[in-house]
Every structure is written in C-alpha cells, then in structure tokens.
C-alpha cells in the first residue's frame, strides 16, 4: 500500500501564476479531503469529495481555488492567479468511509513569492 | 459550528515524564474524537480515535478517554519518549462531513 500520494512535495512560484497541486488516493478508498495548514489557522477542511462528487466546498477560500477529480484515483487543487496569503502545507487524505480513518499524504509545501 | 481547543504549545518536557495534552470540543449530537500525530515532513497519523462516551482510546503508550459530561478527550503518556516529540492534533468527526482539528500542540521531549 503505497499510501497517499501527493505531488509535488515542493512547490515555489510567483504571485499571480497558476498552481496546480495533485493527490492520488488510497486504491479502494471513496472519500477524498483537502486541507490547508498554516500556522495561523491550523488545519482546515476546503473541500471532500465522496465517489469523485464534490459534497462541501464551504471551506474553499475563494473563487480562485478550484477542485477536481475526474476519477476514483486522481484529484487536483488549483489555484489561480496565487497570492503570497495562500502560502501553506496543503494535505490530500483519503478514507473508506464509515468509522475508518482519514489516511494523509505528506503534503506539498506551497510558497507563493 | 462544531470546534476542537487544545493547549497551546510548545510542550517540552524531559524524557520519562509524565505527559498531559488537554483537549475540549464544542459540537452538536455525538462526535467520533480522534488524536492525530505530525512527524516532521509528513502528513498526520492516526494515533486513537473514540467513538462514544467513556470509551478510551489507546495506542503505542498514549491513551485519551471520551468524556461526554467534560467534553474533553485529554491526551495522556506515562513515560515520554524523544521519538515521542511531534505535533499533536485533535480531531472530532460528526457524520461525514470530514474531520474539524484543534490548531495542534507541538511536544518536544529533551533527553
């Protein structure tokens, strides 16, 4: 089980550019999270989806966040234009559902410039 | 809206030492309570979850029990470790609308 997995692990831009952040899921799993973490606010939820549909994007900063996942195995976090404010370790975790736990990526570590 | 307070941190405390991280929440019905566990460089763990009132939770020496009438899921280790130091997070889950986190306590544990 290779876990979760999160690309990059690192990411540095510019304000203003585009940012596209990547997690695959556990194999099997149908619940997929993004959080942000920053030292100011913790870990916040943005968006979860169950079986590849959006259920609660109340937690999505802006309008220039966006998330997608096109299939069971594959999810982006978008952010476009970037802000030197969204500068954060954003996570991916994913679960089975029911009472089985959230499983997390190690995060891509985005600085916004 | 449902929210988790934990002790602000850091925590630093001697290898051995008896350790206490206090956590309450705030949330409507009866959440699952969960502590998560941060290494450096790496997304959370789960260290011991509870999913009713008085269970308690265990796993690798730390221990929290559900307290309903307190609404807190204190974290607690007899005998602390330096692999031990790490930030810790706690969690509740109200149905399935994901995970609410404290902000987290970082514990560090000298030799």
């Known amino acids: 089980d290779a876990g979760v997995i999160q690309s990059p692990r690192h990411e540095v831009t510019e304000m203003g550019q585009e940012v596209t952040l990547r997690c695959k899921p556990i194999s099997g799993h149908n619940s997929l999270f993004w959080y942000r973490q920053t030292m100011m606010r913790g870990l916040e939820l943005l968006i979860y989806f169950n079986n590849n549909v959006p259920i609660d994007d109340s937690g999505m900063p802006e309008d220039r966040f966006s998330a997608k996942m096109p299939n069971a195995s594959f999810s982006t976090l978008k952010i476009q234009p970037s802000e030197p404010r969204d500068s954060a370790v954003y996570f991916c975790?994913?679960?089975?559902?029911?009472?089985?736990?959230?499983?997390f990526g190690n995060g891509t570590r985005l600085t916004v410039t | 809206g449902d929210s988790v307070t934990q002790m602000e941190g850091p925590v630093t405390l001697s290898e051995e030492a008896f350790l206490t991280i206090n956590c309450t929440y705030t949330a409507t019905g009866y959440p699952s309570l969960f502590w998560y566990v941060q290494y450096p460089g790496e997304g959370l763990q789960l260290l011991l979850k509870?999913?009713?009132?008085?269970d308690k939770g265990s796993n690798k020496g730390f221990e929290a029990t559900y307290r309903k009438e307190t609404t807190s899921f204190h974290l607690e280790k007899g005998s602390v470790q330096v692999s031990d130091s790490a930030v810790y997070f706690c969690?509740?889950?109200?149905?399935?609308?994901?995970?609410?986190f404290g902000k987290g306590t970082h514990l560090i544990i000298q030799p």
């Open positions: 969690a509740l889950e109200r149905g399935a609308d994901g995970l609410t």
């Open positions: 975790a994913s679960s089975s559902g029911g009472d089985s736990p959230l499983h």
């Open positions: 509870a999913t009713k009132a008085d």
